[in-house]
C-alpha cells in the first residue's frame, strides 16, 4: 500500500507559473512509473505527463514545452512544474503511479488559470 499526496494547485492568473508536488508515503522504486493526469468539469480524466519505468519522460501534446515532470526519488516525490499557464488547464490535477501491477492515485489537486 502507499498513499499519494498532491499539493501546490491553486489560482494562477494566464501565463503564470505553478509548480505541484506529489509525495508518496513510502519509498517507491525509480523503475515504478509515475505521472500526472488532469480532470476538467465535464471532460475524461487525461494524461498530462508521466515518467516511464525506463526513464524517459512523456507529454500530452497540449503541454510539451510547458510542462515538466520531474522526481526526487531520494524524498518519495514527484513534480509537476506548469509554466505559461493557459485558461484551458484549470483542472483537477492527480498524481498516480503503478507498484505491482497495482495503479495508486492521490486525490488531486485543483489548478485554475483565470484573470
Known amino acids: 500500500q502507499v498513499q499519494l499526496v498532491e499539493s501546490g494547485g491553486g489560482l494562477v492568473q494566464p501565463g503564470g507559473s505553478l509548480r505541484l508536488s506529489c509525495e508518496a508515503s513510502r519509498s517507491i522504486s525509480s523503475r515504478s512509473p509515475m505521472g500526472w493526469y488532469r480532470q476538467a468539469p465535464g471532460k475524461q480524466r487525461e494524461l498530462v505527463a508521466r515518467i516511464t519505468r525506463g526513464g524517459s519522460t512523456n507529454y500530452a501534446d497540449s503541454v510539451k514545452g510547458r510542462f515538466t515532470i520531474a522526481r526526487d526519488n531520494a524524498k518519495n516525490t514527484v513534480y509537476l512544474n506548469m509554466n505559461s499557464l493557459k485558461p484551458e488547464d484549470t483542472a483537477v490535477y492527480y498524481c498516480?503511479?503503478?507498484?505491482?501491477?497495482?495503479?495508486?492515485w492521490g486525490q488531486g489537486t485543483q489548478v485554475t488559470v483565470s484573470s
Open positions: 498516480t503511479t503503478t507498484i505491482n501491477a497495482r495503479d495508486y
